[in-house]
C-alpha cells in the first residue's frame, strides 16, 4: 500500500505532501489541472523514466519520495528486501528519487541506493499502475502472452525456458560456423583470436573500470577534495575544535560524577563519544596527510579508462559493457575457438549438445504449452465474468492459444515457447470471435483491461493497483458499473483512479482535487483531499460543469448517498 507522497519541484507541482487511506481513491479535477501528473510522480517513484523534463521550470531538481507498506503475504518483495540487505522498518520502507537538472539521478529504498531498474523490480511486487494509454497494448498480440503466464503462475518457467532457447541458439550458431565453408571458419577465427590476444595483453581484472572512475574522480577534484577533508579535519583538531572541547568537557564530567554518582553514565557516554571522535580526527588528519596531487597518475588514469571504453565498444553487446563484460566475452571467444579449431572431436560433442537442448526445448516447451490452455480456460472464463458485471453481459472473451507452425524445433519454438497467443472478443451474442484490435471500441478495451487487472490481482500480491482515466470511452450506465466494481475491487486492494465521471467519483471512499493556479506569473498544481459540501461542489461540477445551481447540487448529494 502506498501511504504517502511528497512531490518537490516536479513538472507543474512545487510542493505537495499527500497521505493516502486504504480503500478506494479517486483524483479529480479541470481538464490540464495536473492529475496525470500527479500520477507521472508516482510512475517516476516507483522506477518509471523521468529525465530533464520533469524539473519545474526554473528550479534545480525533482523530488519524489513516498512510504510503502509491504505485508507480510507480499513473500517475493520481502524476498527482495532482503536480498538487497534492506531492513523494514514497522512493516514499511521509505523510497526516494531525484532528478537533478545536471541530468543525475539517485534513488534510494531506505538509506540503500538503488537503481532505476533496482527500484522497478522491487515496487512491481507491490503497486501496478494502469496508465492512460496501456488499454491500447491489448490491440498487439504479442503483448497478450504475459498476461496469461502472469495469471497461470509460469513467469519463472518461462524465464528458465527463454534462458535454454537462447543457450540452443548459441550452440546451433556454433554448430552452424564449424560446418562452414573454410574460408569463413578461417575468418572467424583469425577474428575470435585477435580479440583474445588484444584483451589479454590489456591485462584488465574484473572491476578495474569502476577503479579507475573512482581514482579519477578523486585527481581530478583534489582541491575540493583537500579543501573539505581540511576544514573537515580542521573543525575536529586544533585550539578551540571539537576534539580540545570535548576533552575538556570529559575531564569536567569525570569531576562532576565523582560528586553525584548518578552522572557516571553520562560521563561514560562521554567518553566513549571523545575517543571515537578522536580517532576520526586522526583518520582525517593522516588521510589529509596523504592526499598526493600527481597529474602524471590522472593522466595515465584517463589514458587507461579511454583505452578500455574502446575496448567495451569493440567486444561487448551495445558497446556499453564494464570489465567484467570484456573478460566474459574473452572467455567465450576461447571456447569458440576450441570448438572452431577441433572440428572433429569438437564438432561431435557440440552437436551432440544441440541435439539434447533440441529435445529439451521441445519437451519443456510442450509442458509450458499444455498448462497455458488449462490457465487460458479459466481465464477466459473468470474475465467474461468481470465484463458482465461491467455491463458487457453476453460478451464472449477467449484467450487463444495455437501451435507455431513449422516442421523444424525452431520453427516451432520461440523464446517464449511454442504457442502464439491471442485474445480474441465479441461484445454481441451470436457475433463470431475476432481480435480485439478489429472489434473493440476504446471504452470496451478499457473495461477488457480492468477486468484483466481484476483477474490477475487476485492471482498475485500485488496490493496498491493505480488507474489512470480508466473512463476512457464511458459513461451512463456502463459508468456506474464501473465505479460499484472498482468499490467492490477496493475491499481487498488499494485503488487509485483519475477519473471525470461523476458516477465513479461518487464511489470512492475518499476524493482527492487536483487545482492549478497562476501565482506570481508561474502556473503551479496543488492537492487536497475533499469531503462533505466541497465534496457535493466537485461532484456537481464533473456532473454538468456547474458547481452552484441547486438541482446540480442536489443531484450530487443524491448520487453520493446512493453510492452503495
Not at 482527492?512 to 508561474?522: D, F, M, T
Request: hydrophobic share 40%.
Amino acid at each position: 500500500m502506498l501511504e504517502d507522497l511528497q512531490v518537490k519541484d516536479f513538472a507543474l507541482i512545487d510542493s505537495v505532501s499527500i497521505d493516502f487511506s486504504k480503500g478506494f481513491t479517486v483524483l479529480s479535477g479541470e481538464t490540464g489541472a495536473g492529475k496525470s501528473i500527479l500520477i507521472g510522480a508516482v510512475t517516476f517513484l516507483l522506477g518509471g523514466k523521468g529525465g530533464l523534463e520533469v524539473i519545474r521550470s526554473g528550479t534545480h531538481a525533482a523530488q519524489v519520495s513516498g512510504t510503502l507498506v509491504v505485508p507480510e503475504n507480499c513473500v517475493e518483495g520481502r524476498a527482495w528486501l532482503s536480498e538487497h540487505d534492506v531492513e523494514l522498518e514497522n512493516d514499511r520502507v521509505l523510497l526516494r528519487r531525484v532528478v537533478k537538472d545536471t541530468g543525475k539521478t539517485a534513488a534510494w529504498i531506505n538509506d540503500t541506493p538503488v537503481t532505476r531498474a533496482d527500484l522497478a523490480e522491487f515496487t512491481a511486487h507491490l503497486v501496478d499502475i494502469h496508465g492512460q494509454h496501456e488499454h491500447q497494448s491489448l490491440m498487439y498480440p504479442q503483448k497478450h502472452r504475459p498476461y496469461l503466464d502472469a495469471f497461470a503462475g509460469l513467469n519463472e518457467r518461462v524465464a528458465s525456458f527463454t534462458t535454454l532457447y537462447n543457450e540452443l541458439v548459441e550452440k546451433r550458431r556454433a554448430l552452424e560456423e564449424i560446418d562452414a565453408s573454410g574460408a569463413e571458419r578461417e575468418r572467424r577465427v583469425e577474428m575470435l583470436q585477435f580479440a583474445v590476444e588484444e584483451i589479454t595483453k590489456a591485462k584488465i581484472h574484473a572491476g578495474e573500470d569502476e577503479e579507475l572512475d573512482a581514482e579519477e574522480a578523486r585527481l581530478s577534484q583534489f582541491e575540493k577534495l583537500y579543501s573539505l577533508i581540511e576544514d573537515a579535519s580542521g573543525a575536529l583538531n586544533g585550539d578551540n575544535a571539537v576534539v580540545p572541547t570535548l576533552k575538556r568537557t570529559r575531564q569536567t564530567m569525570e569531576h562532576a560524577s565523582a560528586v553525584d554518582a548518578s552522572l557516571s553514565s553520562l560521563s561514560e557516554r562521554l567518553e566513549s563519544a571523545f575517543y571515537e571522535i578522536e580517532d576520526i580526527g586522526e583518520e582525517l588528519r593522516s588521510y589529509k596527510n596523504g592526499l598526493v596531487f600527481d597529474p602524471a597518475r590522472l593522466e595515465e588514469v584517463q589514458e587507461r579508462s579511454a583505452f578500455l571504453s574502446r575496448l567495451t565498444k569493440k567486444y561487448t553487446t551495445g558497446g556499453n559493457g564494464t570489465a567484467a563484460d570484456l573478460l566474459a566475452y574473452a572467455e567465450k571467444a576461447r571456447n569458440e575457438l576450441e570448438l572452431l579449431t577441433d572440428s572433429s572431436g569438437g564438432r561431435e560433442k557440440l552437436a551432440a549438445e544441440v541435439a539434447f537442448l533440441e529435445k529439451k526445448v521441445y519437451e519443456d516447451a510442450t509442458v509450458i504449452s499444455a498448462d497455458r490452455k488449462k490457465a487460458a480456460s479459466v481465464l477466459s472464463q473468470q474475465i467474461e465474468e468481470v465484463l458482465a458485471k461491467l455491463g458487457m453481459k453476453g460478451t464472449q472473451f477467449i484467450v487463444q492459444v495455437q501451435q507455431k507452425p513449422g516442421d523444424d524445433v525452431m520453427q516451432k519454438c520461440g523464446p517464449y515457447g511454442i504457442d502464439d497467443i491471442e485474445f480474441v472478443f465479441s461484445a454481441n451474442p451470436g457475433s463470431p470471435v475476432r481480435p480485439l484490435a478489429k472489434i473493440a471500441s476504446g471504452g470496451e478495451l478499457s473495461r477488457v483491461m480492468l477486468a484483466i487487472k481484476t483477474v490477475l490481482s487476485a492471482a498475485d500480491t500485488v496490493d496498491t493497483l493505480v488507474f489512470d482515466e480508466i473512463d476512457t470511452g464511458i459513461g451512463g450506465e456502463i459508468a456506474v458499473a464501473v465505479g460499484h466494481h472498482m468499490q467492490q475491487l477496493a475491499k481487498k486492494r488499494q485503488i487509485l483512479c483519475i477519473t471525470h465521471l461523476a458516477s465513479i467519483a461518487v464511489c470512492a471512499d475518499n476524493q482527492l482535487k487536483i487545482e492549478k493556479s497562476v501565482e506570481a506569473g508561474s502556473t503551479a498544481t496543488h492537492v487536497h483531499q475533499i469531503s462533505g459540501d466541497e465534496r457535493v461542489t466537485e461532484i456537481a461540477r464533473m456532473l454538468s460543469g456547474d458547481a452552484v445551481s441547486e438541482a446540480s447540487l442536489q443531484h450530487a448529494r443524491a448520487l453520493l448517498q446512493n453510492k452503495g
